[in-house]
């Protein structure tokens, strides 16, 4: 887990409970035989900084680009974007949801994952949504026609929270994709 700001903590407790040993990220060498990578929410300038300090941007997109599974949530989807780390090729906005609606809950279906259970209690908090992608791109859910869960290759990302509502489906999925790698 990149552990520069934000909640990953909350993203540790699931990794734990799904028999992972989640290791906390903060320089350049802490990436050293990761399996997979959690960039959680947060604030994303604070984060921004924060890579810039470390020199973390570089080192993130190798270990990203060669393949490891990686899951982004809310501030962590921003972070993935083209204007950030450049992994995703979509464009993030940013507290999209405005102010009337700054934090919410809603059920949302993600395809593809976990799909023949519940859809999700998914947690928004200031969220970002996925104003435009590539077609490189697939959205896995949306909210009123935005997409908010999106997946690219072996990148997924979500605006909501799945680890504040204590679900661990997308981190499941997120593990299963590094047992199929091994
Ligand atoms: N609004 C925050 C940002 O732009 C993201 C919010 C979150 O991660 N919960 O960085």
């Known amino acids: 887990m990149l552990a520069l700001q934000g909640d990953f903590e909350a993203h540790a407790r699931v990794l734990m409970e799904l028999g992972a040993a989640p290791r906390e990220v903060r320089t350049p060498a802490h990436l050293e035989g990761l399996d ?53 090729d979509v464009r993030a906005r940013r507290n999209a949801f405005g102010r009337q609606l700054a934090s919410f809950e809603s059920e949302v279906q993600v395809e593809g994952v976990g799909e023949a259970d519940s859809p999700f209690r998914a947690v928004f908090i200031r969220a970002p949504w996925v104003e ?38 997308l981190h499941a999925w997120l593990l299963e994709k590094v047992r199929q790698k091994a």
Do not use: Y
């Open 36 to 88: 997979a990578l959690v960039i959680p929410g947060g604030e994303s300038t604070t984060m921004t900084l924060g890579i810039e300090r470390e020199g973390l941007a570089e080192p993130l997109r190798d270990l990203v680009r060669s393949g490891t599974p990686t899951l982004g949530t809310c501030a962590g989807l921003i972070m993935l974007d083209r204007e950030h780390l450049d992994l995703l």
């Open 132 to 169: 435009e992608h590539g077609e490189e791109v697939e959205v896995l859910a949306d909210v009123d026609g935005h997409p908010v869960a999106v997946r690219q290759g072996n990148i997924l990302a979500v605006a909501f929270h799945p680890e504040i509502a204590g679900d661990p489906r």
